[in-house]
């Protein structure tokens, strides 16, 4: 599903209603009822309703709901928050539609009477907020928190660009959004106010939504639609070669980690290049990889005719390494020869600040390594994570994997947010993982983008399962990869 900001909704809208002839007052009014009806399967025994409105299109569809409430035989109690008399258009409409039926709307002087509700309705502001919120709209929002609360297209008080709290925001249990979710739903903090999200279908035209924005959201169809086939006749040979320099004397779990990744993704063969201290301690592990072996404890500038020599169909640097002095030029230089290629962890700061690496290459930063990319602080970075993940796109010249909540991916010109992270994957080596997991997807043919994609979503699925079968902390990372083939056969089996 397309993923938008609050202003190219807005162009959605308009289009809609100067280009296509569809009036104002039926989108609203669709508006309205979509907001009626999730309502009454979220709360079906409700009858009390608290409605306070702003002065835009979303107080506007807060009347409509109130009328849809009043004709439904419920008891709808609605506030204006402002003077009626700055109303205009659609929402002045439907304010005094909703007084002809009988239901007068008070004008906004306190918000105690909010908490008599059984459920809140929070139609303040729409997308187009900009600004904190301060007064009387402040202590709105504060009064709507403890309450079950349905927010109208997003809750109020939250940046619908970016997802940062303006001031203060509402907590909604419920949010209504209109068309296509926008991105200030998907990104925290906003994600954590938005509680359960629906998105409602009022009327505007689909080829319209279906090429709006810049970015999507994952699906599991989709993600489906582009695993890669495995005929019956599938062998090692045919399903892929994938070859990972990974570890140290120092990280040998990283190297095990990013393995595991990419046999659970797959991967016909697997190769490991590390040290001989790395792969003595995991061949009791793990039987399956092949081996290059490294000529020191890490990796050093005698290797590269060893690793230039290697041939594979997808390539892994970064998990877990550790180098030695003057290697450096080394990693870059098999940036630069070696493709599909994934870079993880230490790769990522020898790379950092070098120029382009232009396509087949994808980047798979946490936040303290996008700082190293982009050279910007952390918390800069975290106020806006789609937009860091383009820039850094941008400046690579490459697919770009921005690990955290939510996981954010990137090329130059679009973006994808996963939908299937959870916090169990707050653990050492769950990026190592991930790494490992894309280079195997890659290795049996999948372009970056849908490497890239496929492999967080799975990533993300495989922890939620090991979340429900062990518990929602202390999962090892080699549990979650443990869980790839469960994942895998969840999206797959409808495929079959």
């Not at 697919?399 to 653990?427: C, E, H, Y």
């Not at 990026?431 to 799975?458: E, F, K, M, S, W």
């Not at 080699?478 to 079959?496: F, G, V």
Request: net charge neutral.
């Amino acid at each position: 599903m397309r993923v938008v900001t609050g202003q190219e909704m807005a162009q959605i809208d308009r289009h809609t209603i100067t280009e296509l002839g569809l009036p104002g007052l039926v989108l609203m009014e669709n508006a309205g009822r979509a907001v009626y009806r999730a309502a009454r399967r979220e709360w079906p025994r409700a009858r009390t309703f608290s409605i306070v409105c702003g002065p835009g299109n979303n107080g506007g569809d807060g009347f409509v709901l109130a009328r849809t409430l009043l004709q439904n035989g419920l008891l709808p109690r609605v506030a204006l928050l402002g003077d009626p008399g700055r109303l205009t258009g659609d929402a002045l409409a439907h304010y005094e539609l909703l007084w002809k039926f009988g239901c007068p709307v008070e004008t906004l002087t306190d918000s105690a009477w909010l908490a008599e509700g059984e459920v809140v309705v929070d139609a303040l502001f729409g997308t187009g907020l900009a600004r904190p919120l301060e007064g009387l709209a402040l202590r709105a929002v504060e009064a709507c928190q403890g309450r079950p609360v349905l927010a109208i297209d997003i809750p109020s008080g939250i940046c619908s660009r970016t997802g940062q709290i303006l001031g203060a925001a509402v907590q909604a249990q419920l949010t209504v959004t209109m068309g296509l979710p926008k991105r200030g739903l998907l990104l925290h903090p906003g994600a954590a106010h938005t509680g359960r999200l629906v998105v409602a279908e009022i009327g505007f035209p689909p080829a319209l939504l279906s090429q709006a924005g810049q970015g999507e959201q994952l699906e599991q169809a989709q993600i489906r639609s582009w695993l890669p086939a495995r005929e019956p006749t599938s062998h090692k040979g045919s399903c892929g070669h994938a070859l990972l320099v990974a570890g140290s004397d120092r990280y040998p779990g990283a190297a095990f980690l990013a393995t595991e990744g990419a046999l659970r993704a797959g991967a016909g063969l697997v190769t490991l290049a590390s040290a001989p201290e790395v792969r003595a301690r995991l061949a009791s592990r793990l039987s399956s990889p092949l081996s290059v072996p490294l000529s020191g404890p890490r990796l050093g500038p005698h290797d590269r005719d060893t690793l230039l020599a290697q041939r594979a169909s997808a390539y892994l640097i970064g998990c877990g390494l550790d180098l030695e002095p003057g290697a450096e030029q080394l990693v870059r230089e098999l940036a630069q020869s070696w493709q599909p290629l994934v870079l993880d962890a230490g790769a990522l700061r020898v790379v950092a600040g070098h120029g382009p690496l232009g396509e087949g290459r994808v980047l798979t930063p946490h936040p303290g390594e996008m700082a190293s990319l982009l050279e910007r602080p952390v918390a800069e970075l975290e106020t806006d994570r789609i937009e860091s993940a383009l820039e850094c796109a941008r400046r690579y010249q490459c697919m770009v994997v921005f690990k955290g909540a939510p996981t954010v991916i990137a090329d130059q010109g679009q973006f994808w947010v996963n939908p299937t992270g959870t916090s169990v994957l707050s653990q050492g080596g769950t990026g190592d993982v991930l790494a490992g997991l894309i280079t195997g997807l890659l290795a049996q043919g999948l372009d970056c983008q849908r490497a890239a994609c496929c492999g967080v979503y799975l990533h993300g699925l495989a922890a939620r399962l090991a979340g429900r079968q062990i518990g929602p902390r202390g999962v090892y990372a080699d549990e979650i990869a443990a869980r790839l083939p469960w994942a895998l056969r969840k999206i797959l089996r409808a495929r079959t």
